[in-house]
């Protein structure tokens, strides 16, 4: 497996070897001595999760106050325009985000920090999309930063009004979230 940082130290994009011929291919989404040599982390994953949007569906920016979730996450159909954002305020990079692509075709997975909001835009018809979890999902520590937030400026690319969830249309300001010290 290939990887690289993005403009955020550590978040960390991974690229599979895959191996393939002319009756399908194969390739190991996962191997925890891989993942900590590209990520320098050592951790459990406790929770897996899988979810099918339509196209111009945007989801985030998630994240939990506490029990902070590092998310290992890949689409299996279809493409997303992936985005984490540091919510640390003692990094120096507070506020700063990263994107990039993911999709089924280039199988690249995106490991997304504890301390880090996130969210994906959906470019395709549908796309599914699998995260692995560092914490169990706890609503009543789930907070939402808007999309749109002008302080962010976030570039989702996006090819028209996005369709959001009641709880991410009405998610807090940059400025009045709660986040990490």
Known sequence: ?????????????????????????????????????????????????HSRSAK???RGLHYQIRQPQ????????????????????????????????????NRRQLWIPPGFGHGFAVRTDFAEFLYKTTDY?????ERCIRWDDPQLAIDWQLQGAPSLSSKDAKAASFVTAEVFS
């Open 137 to 141: 999902w706890a609503p009543e520590h």
């Open 1 to 49: 497996m290939d990887s690289w940082n993005l403009k955020l130290p550590g978040v960390v994009v991974m690229e599979p070897k895959v191996f393939g011929d002319e009756r399908g291919f194969f390739f190991e989404s996962f191997n925890a001595r891989q993942f900590s040599e590209l990520t320098g982390v050592e951790t459990v994953f406790v929770q897996d999760n």
């Open 56 to 58: 111009n569906v945007l």
């Open 70 to 105: 590092g998310k290992l996450v890949r689409v299996t159909a279809g493409e997303v325009l992936d985005v984490a954002v540091d919510l640390r305020r003692s990094s120096p990079n507070f506020g700063r985000w990263t994107s990039i692509l993911l999709s089924a075709g």
